[in-house]
């Protein structure tokens, strides 16, 4: 059933009511257009659900259609910097987002043969002082539940489970998003949020070149129970060798720990959050790390295989009335955590377009805003895999001057703080 569209002009659906200290914090420029546009959405991911949310609590018309036929996201976790934190609390979303993320002290660098810690962020109310918004750690399907919850709560029907967007045609006058099904779905504007394989981009342009990056992430959740007692901190660590670099932070409320190791080998190519490995295959991968690294990998209950592949900035998101979203328009190595952070953005950024501009306006405004920042973490993303991976890390003695010159504070300062202190609420218009 497709959800019944709102007239022009109709109250807005209600919204999840703010809790304390937040608030929803809208900046228009222009007054809102007389008839606002049918919004047709490609794909319930993070991005997805986020760009639906901010345009329901504006009372638009919006349906989105997700391929899958269960609504849920894969058991993984996601970081959250103030960049994207700050939005979630704009949309009213911190308490519910409160009772499942973790907020971390601080992050640390630790070298996978000794040990040897390094402090390089405070976390926890640092990031509120100096960025205005926290730093969380969320297990992916529990954010994705908070959004998906908040949608429905605004429009119950306006999700199609089991509904493949394939394609799109486009007048001067609208567009119709074709489903697997043969159905045709016309609306005024089509946001196509359908993740990094996007049929859309491919339709706008071809296939495009992915390059393997010769290099792999593991993937794992581990009940932190399992953990020896010193390895149960409410820090995020970056553990960084040779070839190799393994990420390991809390998630709700610290009773998960999240697991992913990046290691530099060539015969994995496959792009997906779903292939399963073995605990024993990800301990050869990291066989030389630390014994704390493989205290959590014995725990891990199922280890995922997930290939990198690089994809270079797109010249332009939007196509008249089309619009690319997320990692449907800017894929990126996971290298600066950034990716969901982005999609955020994008998602109140083209909500905030839309509502200033008319449609074809609103998308171009939209990729005006976007199209410099979003290269630029794709490129600082790939950056970081060389300095993750530093041969000077392979010798304690090189490793130590190594990373007290490349992570001291000033330069931590200039690679992070234009991540943390941007604000989507305030670009674009
Ligand atoms: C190992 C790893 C770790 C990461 N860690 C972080 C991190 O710490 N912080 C961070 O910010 N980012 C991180 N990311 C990146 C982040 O996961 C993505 O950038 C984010 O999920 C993008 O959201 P999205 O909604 O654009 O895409 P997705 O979340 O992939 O959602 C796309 C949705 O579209 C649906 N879809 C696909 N095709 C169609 C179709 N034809 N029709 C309809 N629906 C369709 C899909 O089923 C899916 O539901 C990480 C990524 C990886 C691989």
């Known amino acids: 059933m497709l959800a019944a569209p709102l007239q022009p002009g109709a109250a807005p659906p209600p919204q999840p009511s703010p809790s304390r200290g937040e608030g929803v914090s809208w900046h228009t420029a222009s007054p809102p257009l007389p008839v606002k546009p049918r919004v047709l959405i490609a794909g319930a991911g993070l991005c997805g659900l986020t760009a639906a949310l901010a345009l329901l609590q504006r009372g638009y018309d919006v349906r989105v259609f997700e391929q899958a036929t269960e609504l849920r996201e894969v058991g993984a976790g996601v970081q959250l910097g103030a960049n994207g934190t700050r939005l979630l609390i704009a949309l009213g979303l911190e308490a519910a987002m409160r009772r499942v993320v973790c907020e971390p002290t601080a992050k640390e660098i630790r070298l996978w043969t000794t040990g040897q810690t390094w402090p390089v962020f405070d976390l926890g109310v640092d990031s509120t002082e100096h960025y205005g918004a926290p730093y969380w750690m969320a297990h992916r399907g529990d954010f994705h539940g908070v959004l998906l919850a908040a949608v429905r709560a605004a429009a119950p029907d306006a999700i199609r489970a089991g509904a493949a967007g394939v394609g799109f045609e486009q007048t001067s006058d609208g567009v119709t998003l074709l489903l697997a099904n043969g159905e045709h779905v016309s609306g005024d504007v089509l946001l196509a949020a359908d993740g990094v394989h996007s049929p859309t981009r491919r339709q706008m342009f071809g296939e495009g070149r992915a390059r393997f990056t010769g290099i792999m992430a593991w993937r794992g959740l581990v009940p932190m129970e399992r953990l020896p007692e010193h390895m149960r901190r409410m820090v995020g660590t970056i553990w960084m060798g040779h070839g190799g670099h393994v990420v390991t932070y809390p998630l709700r ?43 959590i990998i014995r725990n891990i209950d199922t280890p995922f295989k997930w290939a990198l592949l690089g994809r270079d900035p797109l010249p332009h998101f939007a196509d008249g ?34 509502d200033a501009f008319p449609v074809v306006e609103a998308l171009q405004r939209f990729q005006a805003a976007r199209l410099e920042r979003t290269a630029a973490i794709v490129r600082g993303s790939s950056d970081n895999t060389k300095r993750f991976h530093n041969p000077a890390l392979g010798d304690p003695a090189s490793a130590t001057a190594y990373v007290d010159r490349e992570f001291a504070a000033e330069k931590m300062q200039e690679r992070y703080d234009w991540l943390y202190a941007y604000d989507a609420l305030r670009v674009a218009i």
Do not use: K, Y
């Open 321 to 354: 009335r089309v619009c690319l979203m997320g990692d449907a328009a800017h894929p990126t190595l996971p290298f600066l955590a950034q990716g969901a952070n982005m999609a955020l953005e994008d998602a109140v950024i083209v909500a905030r377009c839309l």
């Open 253 to 295: 409320r610290g009773e998960i720990l999240n697991f992913v190791g990046v290691v530099e080998r060539d015969d994995w190519r496959v792009e997906s959050w779903t292939e399963q490995g073995t605990r024993e295959e990800c301990a050869r991968d990291l066989a030389r790390w630390h014994e704390d690294v493989h205290a």
